[in-house]
């Protein structure tokens, strides 16, 4: 049995638009990239609030999950770092845009031309996926995702 | 930074049922509970990878992933075992279910079945998820996944 650290990543779609960011060049990973935002569990908790926890402490904004758009492994970095990441299409509903250290840029760009930045390549999958739903699912659907359990 | 271990679970259909297997008395957690195939992280691999191994070692049968219905997190008996899961929706290829010393039997039940069984109860939203989805998506909508990356 393996143990792995959990990474999330947060499409966040607003009007039609979606948040990516530029990694700060004093990041130790994939420094100055584009990104949307991404974080770590960090604690006892589950991915679900383990991302509503990392758009707000990277962008101040509130979201709601939607669904998962894409799983995945790597090394962040080194074979000491295996990770699971699950990437989550997110629906904006309140705040503005704050970045921290951990970012230097942001902007707000069509689903489109999240396709056509070679920056954004891991993520392009994701983006595939939404493209794919949006076809077929209607505005407000969302998923419910099982309650952490502590006990 | 939290290292967890990370659980699949694996909703599969053929011809509009879904296979629920009971496990073994001989089990260390919920022992004849009935449940979907579900598994660990057991090397380093993604979580699809994963959930394919599984269902090929706990029933014979070769499946695709279509998409993910659910994601958590649970202690599997105790604190010392955080686990973060990931339920998939899958689609039956081909393959005779034989089942392991996992499980003592298995059959395959309709979706409203699935919700109106109370052992069930841990997969119930991931069922639900399932039911709304297929109101809207085509048979044969399946996901691309990101491959995962070993270097």
């Avoid at 006892?44 to 492994?73: A, I, K, Q």
């Avoid at 031309?113 to 949006?134: G, Q, T, V």
């Amino acid at each position: 049995m393996k143990k792995v650290y959990v990474g999330m990543a947060a499409i966040i779609e607003k009007d039609d638009e979606f948040l990516v960011l530029k990694r700060s060049p004093k990041k130790d990973f994939e420094p100055e990239a584009w990104e949307t935002v991404t974080g770590r569990l960090e604690k006892d908790e589950s991915p679900v609030e383990g991302v509503l926890r990392e758009v707000m402490e990277e962008t101040s904004l509130e979201v709601e999950v939607v669904m998962p758009l894409d799983t995945g492994f790597f090394y962040r970095g080194g074979k000491e770092f295996p990770m699971v990441f699950i990437a989550y299409y997110c629906r904006y509903l309140k705040g503005e845009v704050k970045i921290t250290w951990e970012h230097t840029e942001f902007k707000w760009i069509s689903l489109s031309e999240a396709l056509e930045m070679p920056e954004l390549k891991y993520f392009h999958l994701m983006f595939k996926n939404l493209e794919k739903l949006k076809r077929y699912l209607p505005k407000d659907f969302r998923y419910s995702f099982s309650p952490p359990v502590y006990t």
